[in-house]
């Protein structure tokens, strides 16, 4: 089993940045590859961004891409979400996944291919 426990979000003016955590325990941090998906209110959840096992490979969403950086740090088994530019359509609760993976090298951009979601964390952009 995994546990997942985001924090960081909040209320931000557009233009702004902030930076999502994820802490990850119960099993070994470098076993799986993670990702961040978000749901906007009223609507499906989305994939934002998908970092490989070891790091070194990442995915985005075309909405996302040059404005959210993806990163993880094993020290603290820990996963990030650096949002910058942020815009009013962010606005969306946040969730990370995490999914257990042979490939070292392979990003999971799916939400079916994750097993295992945090609780998320509410992220609003004002106008």
């Known amino acids: 089993q995994v546990q997942l426990v985001e924090s960081g979000g909040g209320l931000v003016q557009a233009g702004g940045s902030l930076r999502l955590s994820c802490a990850a325990s119960g099993r070994t941090f470098s076993s799986y590859a993670m990702g961040w998906v978000r749901q906007p209110p009223g609507k499906e959840r989305e994939f934002v961004a998908a970092?490989?096992?070891?790091?070194?490979?990442?995915n985005y969403a075309d909405s996302v891409k040059g404005r959210f950086t993806i990163s993880r740090d094993s020290t603290k088994n820990t996963e990030y979400l650096q949002m910058n530019s942020l815009k009013p359509e962010d606005t969306a609760v946040y969730y990370c996944a995490a999914t257990f993976r042979s490939s070292w090298y392979v990003v999971y951009s799916a939400m079916n291919e994750y097993d295992y979601w945090g609780q998320g964390t509410q992220v609003t952009v004002s106008s």
């Open positions: 970092i490989s096992r070891g790091g070194r490979n990442t």
